[in-house]
């Protein structure tokens, strides 16, 4: 089983339209993240969140909120998806003295 | 914050050592440096971390400069499964992870 869980793995979505992806985790760690990946721009961050209702702006958090209600989940919106936010995302999650676990990522096409 | 610097792609022979750096100029005393590989789109995976001094596990080493502005990741005896894009990222006190660009790593046989 798969520490990170990330739903859906893909997802094909209309411009203007409210998405959701979901992120969980199964380890009790504290500290989840949210990235984004485009071809030859490695990862970026979007959100980050240290505990439950803890939510901290990353590099490209414009078009993204989150929401972290429970420890172990840690959900990512985009509230009027548009075509430039085609991507794969990751949800990624770490103790304080262990290193992060990515989830298998869910690939985003906004068309 | 500022991203570590990768090359965009490197080359290393099946069975030779393969030598990975990133530089992180701006890298304050406090921040580690950690590598993910990631094969094919699939999610990242930790290889390593570190601070100040070297260090060693199972699947590679990392050599950090004493002035902490570039370190290198080392492959022992690069295999064909070792094919990915390697990540540098620093951790600063805010517990970001900060990651470049990352190196395309092609092992030919």
């Known amino acids: 089983d798969a520490d990170v869980t990330q739903t859906p793995r893909n997802r094909i979505t209309k411009t203007g339209k409210r998405i959701m992806l979901e992120c969980s985790q199964t380890k009790g760690h504290d500290r989840m993240y949210w990235y984004r990946q485009d071809p030859g721009l490695g990862l970026r961050l979007i959100y980050y969140s240290f505990d439950v209702k803890d939510i901290n702006k990353g590099e490209i958090s414009d078009g993204y909120s989150v929401s972290r209600q429970a420890q172990a989940k840690f959900s990512l919106s985009l509230e009027s998806a548009i075509p430039n936010q085609t991507a794969l995302y990751f949800c990624?999650?770490?103790?304080?003295?262990?290193?992060?676990?990515f989830g298998q990522g869910t690939r985003l096409t906004v068309v | 914050d500022a991203k570590t610097t990768q090359p965009p792609s490197m080359d290393c022979a099946e069975g030779r050592a393969a030598n990975l750096p990133c530089n992180h100029s701006t890298i304050s005393g406090n921040e580690y440096v950690y590598w993910y590989r990631q094969i094919h789109s699939q999610g990242p995976q930790y290889i390593i971390h570190g601070l100040k001094n070297n260090e060693t596990n199972e699947m590679a080493s990392l050599i950090i400069t004493e002035d902490r502005k570039s370190s290198t990741l080392i492959l022992p005896h690069a295999t064909l499964r070792d094919t990915a894009v390697y990540y540098c990222?620093?951790?600063?006190?805010?517990?970001?992870?900060?990651f470049g660009k990352g190196t395309r790593l092609h092992i030919l046989p």
């Open positions: 990222a620093r951790r600063p006190k805010d517990d970001k992870i900060i």
């Open positions: 990624a999650a770490r103790g304080e003295y262990t290193e992060a676990f």
